[in-house]
Structure formats: structure tokens, C-alpha cells
């Protein structure tokens, strides 16, 4: 059974950064399309980034694109979530997210496996 495990959340300032990460055991990491979502309180849970299985090409949200990377390193079965120039309105509960042989989706209906999440809060 594949198991995720978020980390790395906290508490940070406005401008701040922080780097989630996601280690991945009970499956072979290269063969799965990983992805981050978020879940604000009385919000659904939106898409944040997501990197194919190859590694070939990763796709952001536009509410983080350009402050955020998405990277993996299949040898420790770690993703991560590297997040700059943190806002208030990123403030929510981060979900890694899996899918075998992922190609990029954006959907979270396409994930078969999913961590606990790990709360990121931003004050301003």
C-alpha cells in the first residue's frame, strides 16, 4: 500500500518561504505523477502543482506560479514544494498527492493516493 507523509508546514510571515515535502514508501516513487493541492477553512480543495512521472514538465496554479517549485528526488522517494514570497491567501492545509504514471493532471479525482497534509499558515 502506498503511504504519503506531508512535512515541513509552520508558521511564517508574509514574504516568507517554506519547503514541503512528501516521502512516498510502499510504492516505486519514478512511476507516479506527484502533485500538491490545498485546502483553505471553508474552501475546496484547489490544485497547486503537480510534476509527470518522468519529470519531464511540471505545471502551477496561476496563484502560485513563479513563486513556487515543484521537484522530486526518486532516489530518496521525496517530493518536494519549495514556496517564496508567501501570502496570507496561502494559508491551508497542503496535500501531496499520487497517480501512477501520472502525466500532469490538475484534477484531484485522477490521484490514488493522497498524505494526511500539513498545515502552512501565513500572517500578515
Known amino acids: 500500500q502506498v503511504q504519503l507523509v506531508e512535512s515541513g508546514g509552520g508558521l511564517v510571515q508574509a514574504g516568507g518561504s517554506l519547503r514541503l515535502s512528501c516521502v512516498v514508501s510502499?510504492?516505486?516513487?519514478?512511476?507516479?505523477?506527484m502533485a500538491w493541492f490545498r485546502q483553505a477553512p471553508g474552501k475546496e480543495r484547489e490544485f497547486v502543482a503537480t510534476i509527470t512521472w518522468s519529470s519531464s514538465t511540471t505545471y502551477y496554479a496561476t496563484s502560485v506560479k513563479g513563486r513556487s517549485t515543484i521537484s522530486r528526488d526518486n532516489a530518496k522517494n521525496t517530493v518536494y514544494l519549495q514556496m517564496n514570497s508567501l501570502k496570507p491567501e496561502d494559508t491551508a492545509v497542503y496535500y501531496c498527492a499520487a497517480e501512477m504514471w501520472g502525466a500532469g493532471s490538475t484534477t484531484s479525482q485522477r490521484y490514488d493516493y493522497w498524505g494526511q497534509g500539513t498545515q502552512v499558515t501565513v500572517s500578515s
Open positions: 510502499g510504492g516505486t516513487l519514478s512511476n507516479y505523477g
